[in-house]
């Protein structure tokens, strides 16, 4: 998935699939779905345990992280509301900040 995701948008840095979800979980981004919400996500053809691979029902909140090249979180975004992103203006300027750029 991130390499087609990387090739399809000619990005020229590295996209995190993470099936499974174990960098979520490592991050503490992962909730289980409730059971009365599974046939729902169903009736609308959403296959959870097909898309993680396996046969929970977890899923991750929305995050994005920056991580410069030494490893360091230099930002980051979480929202438990999945509509709620970060913008790409903010993503952008920290990109360039750390670039040293403005």
């Known amino acids: 998935h991130s390499l087609s995701t990387r090739e399809k948008n000619e990005l020229a840095f590295d996209v ?19 059971e009365v919400l599974r046939p729902i996500y169903a009736k609308f053809g959403i296959d959870i345990p097909e898309y993680n691979g396996d046969t929970t029902f977890k899923l991750p909140m929305p995050a994005t992280f920056i ?6 979180i ?6 438990a509301d999945y509509t709620k ?16 750029r403005r």
């Open 16 to 34: 995190l699939y993470d099936q499974g979800n174990k960098v979520a979980e490592s991050f503490g981004l992962v909730f289980e779905l409730p």
């Open 67 to 72: 991580i410069g090249r030494d490893g360091v």
């Open 74 to 79: 230099r930002y980051h975004f979480v929202d």
């Open 85 to 100: 992103r970060s913008e790409p203006a903010e993503i952008v300027e920290r990109l360039q900040q750390m670039c040293g």
